[in-house]
């Protein structure tokens, strides 16, 4: 029998807390108007691991002795991360989620939005029924800086002045701050004191730096299909990952001109893609996102040490190797 890899028994540490969830999910899913479940059910029964949830059950087992609210908060997280890759589809004029058409190609630009809107909606309503104005307090703000964090991308769509500096706090803002949310939210459900609530906060946040670095670039260095898009995506829409950042700081003027004439240009060849790739490897771009990724997924680790060991502590700990090794 295969050893289960370390999202599996995440999987299985939390899967009572879960179903709750996944309860409350379709629950709140619910509308008099027809179109607004349909689509909302399409995106959310599309195959998604439902990690930030998890991570927000996992959060309060870890410490578990709170006041029960974890369920409400998980179902909240994973409707707030819905809601974005509905609106991110949409800015990105993405064609493909998670292996499947983007619901944007379904019901159209317009459907998407609006049925993003309604899930941060509904999303607010399950975390105000908690009554826990602070936790709120954290949702609201991680929301906020999310939809910062989208803004800040879309100004530097096609920038090539792009910094590394600016890329970082692009993938705080849109990625890690929903992570480090959604552990401290389960942290403050489980009873945590504020010492065990900053040190959830720390692993999410820099387990979602690491998440992002991973998927920027495994855009360019994974196998196309692999995380439901195809190779070079990412490029095409001109967004301003690392890989590229990296690039186009060591590259001559005839490497610039190759990248740049390929970032943000929609109809780039699979050609195209793989010269850009071949600068790519060339200095070492992809590995050296891997090794910033390593970087951030030990800085993870090290947040829970304060904390009692503990089967979930562990679990918690191998989540961010296995979530690096995904690009190796």
């Not at 010269?275 to 771009?285: E, H, L, P």
């Amino acid at each position: 029998m295969p050893e289960t890899n370390p999202v599996e028994r995440l999987m299985a540490a939390t899967a009572d807390d879960m179903a709750q969830v996944n309860t409350l999910i379709l629950d709140r899913a619910r509308s008099h108007v027809d179109m607004a479940p349909e689509l909302a059910r399409y995106l959310i029964d599309s195959g998604g691991k439902r990690l930030r949830p998890m991570l927000t059950v996992a959060a309060a087992i870890l410490f578990g002795r709170g006041e029960g609210h974890a369920i409400n908060f998980a179902a909240a997280v994973e409707f707030m991360h819905n809601a974005t890759l509905l609106h991110d589809d949409v800015v990105d004029e993405s064609d493909m989620r998670r292996g499947k058409p983007a619901a944007r190609m379904v019901w159209g630009n317009k459907a998407s939005i609006l049925v993003g809107d309604f899930l941060l909606g509904q999303a607010f309503m399950m975390m105000v029924e908690t009554g826990d104005i602070e936790a709120l307090g954290v949702l609201s703000a991680a929301s906020a800086v999310m939809a910062e964090g989208e803004v800040f991308q879309l100004a530097k769509t096609g920038d090539l002045e792009t910094s590394a500096a600016d890329y970082a706090e692009v993938i705080r803002a849109k990625t890690a701050v929903l992570f480090e949310a959604a552990c401290k939210v389960g942290a403050m459900s489980g009873g945590a004191d504020a010492a065990g609530c900053e040190a959830l906060a720390l692993y999410g946040l820099e387990l979602g730096n690491a998440f992002q670095l991973v998927d920027d670039a495994l855009d360019y260095g994974g196998q196309a299909g692999a995380l439901g898009k195809n190779i070079g995506d990412d490029l095409r829409e001109g967004k301003m990952t690392l890989p590229v950042i990296l690039a186009l700081e060591a590259a001559t003027e005839s490497e610039r001109a190759i990248i740049a004439s390929a970032l943000g240009n929609a109809e780039a060849s699979d050609l195209e893609v793989h010269q850009v790739v071949a600068i790519f490897n060339r200095y070492d771009t992809l590995k050296r996102t891997l090794d910033k990724a390593e970087h951030h997924a030990k800085a993870a680790i090290a947040a829970l040490s304060p904390l009692p060991d503990s089967d979930m502590k562990t679990i918690l700990a191998e989540v961010v190797e296995h979530s690096v090794r995904r690009a190796s």
